[in-house]
Structure formats: structure tokens, C-alpha cells
């Protein structure tokens, strides 16, 4: 079922006559962004008076600790408001300045310290000091794409220095690219259900993730129910309750191209509802920009149901983002961790690279983010539900391999400090990419129906829900939320004492990267080993 969200607060009145005699601005400190590239002037340059929309991020009313947040029990949605939402004062100044300089306010939320803003093109420019153009550009995939496009950093009225941290979707260039790749079928050498894999990774025995949520976060496709039934019946099961939620005027919108966005969100779905289907499921359809992200991921997070996990297929080299909106997405991160949501991500499909051509090594964000899970690949053989050989995924030039590499922005988590993480290409003490993994490697992948086509799709994209559907079905057997796994994960690592619920993958390469006993940043800890993983868990206090 299609449902569009609720605006988290009803649009307030509409602005005053701007007045903004001797309007004095101030530099918006990470908003700098480089051209698009391949960028060339659109035939026609976009309307002064056109509307358009974007989303202002407030400072925390208070400064939080993460470690400390973290460590403690799940908070309640009232409680995170309270304690790092947005200061209300904070939210009616930055309405009341905006709304006098002729800025629309359509919707705010204290909980995520979102404003929700619309203006014509010249406000908007006045306002924030930029100018906004229509362009084409290549996206992530080289295909041409038109969008707003925009250069050097951005400005804000002096009144709301310190308070606004962040403006985003002015520019609204892609700003993510889908992680799965589709198998040509003369190179498929073995294919799995979800059903034979979650067989394969012993996701434990009497669970179907019943009583838990699982949030997908899609920035562009759709999905038919017929088809979701029509899959899930043909293993021979009965699927999970699917629905569609709207953000920013996105909507579930299935089209006929199995290697499009279509491809993404269908292989999400199947996958996490074959193996956890017990569980509801909620997509979030957001525009592909920075702000779609952000405000898809809060919408997630901030939800009325708090899901039990949240999967995301979709990212792009840490160079690829502002500071700004990586900071922007990585707070909502945070939020869903100490709301008790775990947050799997995939590490990318283009091995130490990540696709930048600039002779370097780069960690796929969101995967980089200390408040993900992220998720790395393997090729797998076995028959029988028997592990012939897990090797690290690897085809070589042009073929795809998983990411994984060192963050060159995030630092190194206290979860994560013993298990020698190396240097990156810009500091020591990087955060290591991926955590886990499991098989991504299109040759050896995932039997799925899209668009009424039967095709084996690869990637880490299939990783991500994978391993959602695997902490639903964890949360259900040990009766309570998980959050950020990783403290727990990491805490035999290094030890000497193996890595806990993992079969460790130590043969392969995605470039710069080496599998090797214990921890590497081609496939983190390793595959799950689901009911070991159940045994460490219940060994663990709760928060």
C-alpha cells in the first residue's frame, strides 16, 4: 500500500514582504561544493521565480557525547527530542528570520532539527547567498542528468550564525548511486534464494523476524505488490506487509527497467522479506540529493513504529559529499542508534576506489559513518547448503568488487582500535570499512523477480538487507532493540579469541585491500554465523 507522509508539522503562515534592507550574511562553515562534473549550461536557465525546496538542519539545543548516548539503553522518541532535538527557541527564530526575508516555512521537527523551506529561486539566492543554475551533468553511473547545480560555499543570515548547520537540496544533483550490479547470465556460475542463503549463514532457527520493523531507505523506483506476492510465493512462503512512505514528493513509482532503480528496491525487498518475513516493512522513497537522503533517513528513524533496523543500498565516495550533508546524515545516524535502530549500509561496489579516478583509495559513505553497520562482499560457492569456498568478491576491471578502505573523515571508534585498522590515504586512525559482509558477488548471487523479469543480481546492496533482516530476527529472539552492534561485535576481535559469530574470509582482494585472518577492510569480521551470533548476544547484558 502507497502512502504519502504526513508534513511532521502543518505549514505555518506564509511569509511577510521580505524585508531585507542592509541584509547581513555569514559563510555556512563545510557548505563549499565543486562543480558537478561534466557540468554544461541547460538550454534554458531556470526561472527567478520558479520554486523550489530545501532542508535547513538546526544545531542540538545541548552539546551530546556519542559514546555516552550510546552506551545507555534506547531512548524514546520524547526523550531524544528532549534531550538533542532542536531548541524550540532555536526553531521559531530561524522561521521568524527566514519568513521576513520572504522564505516559506512548510514543516519542522524538533526531534530531527529539521525546517522544511520553499522560495523562488531569487529569494532563495538572496538568502543564502549563491546562484543556482540549470545544468546536465554525469551522475555516479555516467549517465547525463539535469538538476540545479551550484558552486563554493553558502551563506546565511548573521541572525542564525551557530544555529543553522546545514542548508541542503538547492543544489539538487544526484547525490548517491544504487550499489548492486545485474549478472549477464553466461557468467552466473551459481545462484541463491534469500532462503538458501539464510540457510547457508544459519540465521537462527525459529525466528521470522515477527514483532519487528524493518525500514528501506530507496532514492528513486518502486515496486508492484502483484509482483512482491508473486516472488514470495514461489518460495513458497507468505511475504511481509510492504508499505511505501513519500518523502519530499518522491512516491513508490515501479517503471520497466530491471537494471534501474526499479532493480535496487525490488532486490531490497525480496531479499530482507524473504528472510525476515515476519517482519512489517516500510520504504522510504526519497529524490535522489543530499536532502532526500537526510530527510528520508530522519523520517525512518523518527517514525511513529521506531524500526527494528534500517537498510541502505545507496552511497557514494566520502569526496562525493559536502561536509555539511555528510555531517547532516551522519547525525541522523546517530539519532536511529540511540533510538535502538541498527543502521546496515552497503560498503560499495567498486572495490578500494569506490570509483573515483583520482589514483586513491576511498570508503563509501554512508558505509563510513561510525553509526552503521557496513556491509561488505564475498563470492560464495556451496551446494547443499554447504560452504565450498567464500573468497572476498573480486572480478577485476570493470567486473565489480566490494568496497572497503579507511575513512578519510571519520575517526577511529574505540570499538574498533584493536584490530589494526592500517593508516589512510590522509590520516592515521581512520574508521576501517566494512564491518561485516556477506555474498555480493553477481556470479554467485541473489535469485530475484524484477519487473517480471528472473534475474541473479549482485552487489552490496544485497548485503545491506541481508543483514537487516538478520538483526530483526536477532531482536526477536533476545527481546530487545540492538542499536549499534558494533561494541559488541568487535569485542572478542583482536583478542586472540576469534571473531565471535563469523566465519572469518581470509582469500581475496578489492584492490589496495588483502583478506587476512581476523579483521581486513574487504569483508570486516567476516559472513554471520547467525547462531553463534544469537549465543554472543544473550551473553551480553542489556543496556
Known sequence: MDQDNEPVQPAVRPPAAPSDAGLELRPLPGSERAPARGV????????????????????????????????????????????????????????????????????????????????????????????????????????????????????????????????????????????????????????????????????????????????????????????????????????????????????????KDPAGADGEVLLDIEVAGALSPGSAMVVYFAPNTDAGFVDAVSEAAHAATTPTSMSISWGQNEDAWTEQARRALDDAFLDAAALGITVTAAAGDNGSSDGANDDRDHADFPASSPHVLACGGTSLRASAGTVRSETVWNNGAGGGATGGGVSDVFTLPAWQQRVGVPPSGTQTGGRGVPDVAAVADPNTGYAVLVDGEHKVYGGTSAVAPLWAALVARLAQATGRPLGLLQPTLYRAAGTGEGEAGFRDVISGNNGSFSAKPGWDACTGLGVPDGVALLALLEAQPAR
Do not use: C, W
Open 40 to 255: 554544461v549550461p541547460a538550454a534554458a536557465e531556470l526561472s527567478s521565480e520558479g520554486t523550489i525546496e530545501a532542508t535547513v538542519m538546526l544545531r542540538r539545543r545541548r552539546a551530546v557525547d556519542a559514546e555516552t548516548v550510546l552506551a545507555a539503553a534506547p531512548m524514546s522518541r520524547e526523550v531524544l527530542a528532549e534531550s538533542m532535538g532542536a531548541d524550540p527557541r532555536d526553531v521559531e527564530l530561524v522561521a521568524s528570520t527566514l519568513e521576513s526575508l520572504g522564505v516559506t516555512v512548510v514543516s519542522t521537527d524538533l526531534a530531527s532539527r529539521r525546517v522544511r523551506i520553499s522560495g523562488t529561486v531569487a529569494t532563495m539566492g538572496r538568502v543564502f547567498g549563491v546562484q543556482l543554475h540549470a545544468v546536465t551533468s554525469l551522475a555516479a553511473d555516467g549517465s547525463p542528468t539535469s538538476h540545479r547545480h551550484r558552486t563554493g560555499g553558502l551563506m546565511v543570515p548573521a541572525a542564525l550564525d551557530g544555529v543553522v548547520t546545514a542548508v541542503l537540496g538547492l543544489d539538487d544533483r544526484p547525490q548517491a548511486r544504487a550499489e548492486f550490479r545485474v549478472a549477464e547470465a553466461r557468467a552466473v556460475s551459481v545462484s541463491y534464494t534469500p532462503i538458501e542463503l539464510g540457510q547457508i549463514y544459519r540465521f537462527p532457527p525459529g525466528t521470522d523476524g515477527s514483532g519487528q520493523s524493518i525500514a528501506i531507505i530507496e532514492l528513486g523506483g518502486g515496486f508492484a505488490q502483484a509482483e512482491l506476492s508473486t516472488y514470495f510465493t514461489s518460495l513458497g512462503i507468505t511475504g511481509p506487509t510492504v508499505t511505501a512512505v513519500g518523502v519530499d514528493g518522491a512516491k513508490n513509482q515501479p517503471g
